[in-house]
């Protein structure tokens, strides 16, 4: 059994090991597709394959879609060409379901794989020939948070971006100029109208996008080389349109558990792909089957109705208030506490954390405690019931082979908006104390603590990938476990940084508790788990 075209052609060997298959005529949807696309995502990763072009699929089974989706990947060019590719742009989901079934699904709604590349005419000039059809009503992406970033951590503009501001569209380099070069494409082809959609898990996500895109424009029009109406096209929202999303499943990296289960099926060349950028990429991803989208209703040239595949689309407020009761309470901050403790002390599973009785009072105390008494009701979601889901279906599902290690990447990216909002909703609300906030006050001493790289029984540990680790981690490379250490003294610079905690927490009465908890923390072995049973009850 091969994941192709050819491999599929037998489809009854598939279907007789469990597998869902593509419903709809793949060929007729592919060349429908090619000749009027109108939907284009950014980002070929996991979450892209498990969650939009499963939705797509859905619905060209159901007949609701005659057209699939075009992909680029505009990071890991690898991606496309030893994973799309090979395999016809096929790829498997295989969904992790809480009660211990596994769900597996072929999907084929990726009609066409592209590499976001200016030094590949072929598929920068397919996509430029996209970006001009009257046709296109969407671009989308997942390219995570720091992909709309033009700046390194310490502020100073990428090289790859300074490089693109001088040089203009022709040959862009950097990701956000190439998507500018491919709106300026649009631009030029007559002002042609277009959504363009971030899906990636970060607060007020298409204001990000926005702005990266306005500063290109804003750049080549002043540096000579792009026409001045570029500015008024990507600033008029019935041109260009940048909605804001909320996003939110699980999808870890491929898992070997899985591998072994589709290959006892007898599915070939299933392994995984480590690229020369380290992206980790399979013919299969795995996901837990919880999902949620909900987008921002603001389409200049129309859209698909994915309302049938079960994404909300609503308004910016709306959008806002669930993307707030997510990121800020009801299911990021759980995950990035026991990603920084499951780190120190020796976790490999998420779910198995959710056994430590601890560990589970902690997240709760955040969640129900701390955090819900600030959220404000959507409406089309509630967040206690969201959080009853979280904490005892999702997290504890023990077939999701999510490690704390792959979400405390970039943490210091992450703290401002899943603690910091909270922080500022107390300090703005006279009913109530920000004094009465002990647990993520626990949560910025583990990080610190984490940032040791030295786990509860004294033993190192490789810190996850994050920007600002060449900046954090020196102001802690002085601490020993069990030595008196001036803490606030070598800390405050951090406890200062209003861009990792989204507040300055001298400023917020926090940094002396934060310091108190990571001085127990400090005090040897064994201390993280001790100052934790200390402090949660």
């Not at 597998?19 to 090619?34: G, H, I, N, S, W």
């Amino acid at each position: 059994m091969q994941l192709s075209k050819a491999g599929l052609a037998d489809r009854k060997q598939w279907e007789e090991k469990g597998y869902r298959l593509p419903q709809f005529d793949r060929e007729q949807m592919v060349a429908a597709t090619k000749e009027a696309p109108y939907w284009v995502h950014f980002g070929a990763g996991n979450l892209f394959r498990a969650f939009q072009a499963n939705v797509a699929q859905n619905l060209l089974n159901e007949g609701v879609l005659d057209r699939g989706i075009v992909v680029a990947e505009g990071y890991d060019y690898e991606i496309v060409e030893k994973m799309n590719r090979p395999h016809d742009d096929y790829s498997i989901l295989v969904t992790l379901k809480a009660d211990g079934s596994v769900e597996k699904t072929v999907v084929g709604s990726v009609a066409e794989s592209l590499a976001l590349d200016s030094e590949n005419e072929t598929d920068f000039g397919r996509l430029k020939e996209i970006f001009t059809t009257d046709s296109l009503q969407m671009a989308s992406f997942t390219i995570t948070e720091k992909g709309y970033s033009l700046v390194n951590g310490k502020g100073e503009t990428l090289a790859d971006v300074a490089e693109d501001f001088v040089a203009g569209p022709e040959k862009a380099r950097s990701y956000i100029g190439k998507v500018s070069a491919l709106l300026y494409a649009r631009y030029q082809a007559g002002e042609k109208p277009v959504a363009m959609v971030s899906m990636d898990n970060c607060s007020h996500n298409g204001t990000k996008l926005y702005d990266a895109v306005h500063t290109f424009a804003e750049t080549w029009v002043k540096n000579g080389v792009a026409e001045a109406g570029f500015v008024a096209y990507i600033e008029n929202p019935d041109k260009v349109s940048f909605p804001w999303t909320m996003i939110d499943k699980i999808t870890p990296r491929p898992d070997s558990s899985v591998e072994e289960i589709l290959k006892n099926d007898g599915v070939e060349e299933l392994e995984p792909v480590i690229t020369s950028k380290n992206s980790y990429v399979a013919p299969f991803v795995n996901a837990e089957e919880c999902e949620y989208l909900v987008i921002e209703d603001r389409f200049p040239n129309g859209r698909p109705e994915l309302e049938k595949g079960g994404l909300m689309f609503t308004t910016r407020e709306t959008v806002d208030k669930v993307e707030k009761m997510k990121v800020c309470t009801c299911l990021n901050p759980l995950h990035t506490t026991l990603a920084v403790f499951g780190c120190l002390l020796g976790y490999d599973l998420i779910s198995k954390e959710m056994k430590d009785e601890v560990l589970k009072k902690l997240v709760e105390g955040i969640g129900y405690v701390e955090g819900l008494p600030v959220v404000v009701n959507p409406g089309i979601l509630d967040p206690k019931e969201f959080i009853d889901t979280v904490l005892n279906v999702r997290i504890p599902n023990p077939f999701m082979p999510d490690t704390p290690q792959r979400i405390a990447t970039d943490t210091s990216q992450k703290l401002a908006i899943r603690f910091g909002e909270t922080i500022k909703a107390y300090e703005a609300d006279e009913s109530l104390n920000t004094a009465d906030l002990k647990l993520i006050p626990l949560v910025f001493a583990g990080w610190l603590r984490y940032l040791m790289g030295v786990d509860d029984n004294g033993k190192t540990f490789d810190l996850s990938p994050d920007p600002l680790l060449e900046t954090v981690c020196p102001y802690v490379a002085g601490f020993k476990l069990g030595e008196e250490t001036d803490v606030e003294a070598s800390v405050r610079p951090i406890l200062e940084n209003k861009a990792i905690f989204g507040v300055n927490l001298y400023e917020v009465n926090m940094a002396e508790t934060v310091c108190g908890y990571l001085k127990e923390m400090l005090a040897g072995t064994g201390a993280v788990r001790n100052t934790l049973e200390k402090y949660v009850r």
